[in-house]
């Protein structure tokens, strides 16, 4: 079985919702925009963040004005943001 590594952008604030299933800190409305986001990438699941290849260090949030296509909630117009690795099956 092989593993295909995706990459996408979602909201900062998911990562440890999304890497370790760890909702401390979350309000219900970002669950469920997590929980929405994941299901659209499935069958991929995210299994980190992207990392600096020289240092292995875990990328810093950066902000995007584009939060809401990147996270689905079009209430929000700018917001921090990671690029998350996924695994899927192949």
């Known amino acids: 079985m092989a593993l295909e590594v995706l ?5 900062a604030y998911w990562a440890s919702y999304l890497i370790n299933g760890d909702a401390s800190g979350l309000e219900d409305k970002e669950i469920a925009l997590a929980d929405a986001w994941q299901k659209r990438l499935a069958p991929a699941y995210v299994v980190d963040v992207a990392r600096d290849e020289e240092t292995g260090e875990s990328e810093d949030p950066w ?9 689905g909630d079009p209430t929000c117009s700018g917001g921090d943001c990671l690029t998350y690795v996924l695994h899927k099956q192949v």
């Not at 902000?63 to 996270?71: K, M, P, V």
């Open 7 to 11: 990459e996408e952008i979602g909201s």
């Open 63 to 71: 902000f995007s004005w584009s939060y809401g296509l990147h996270t």
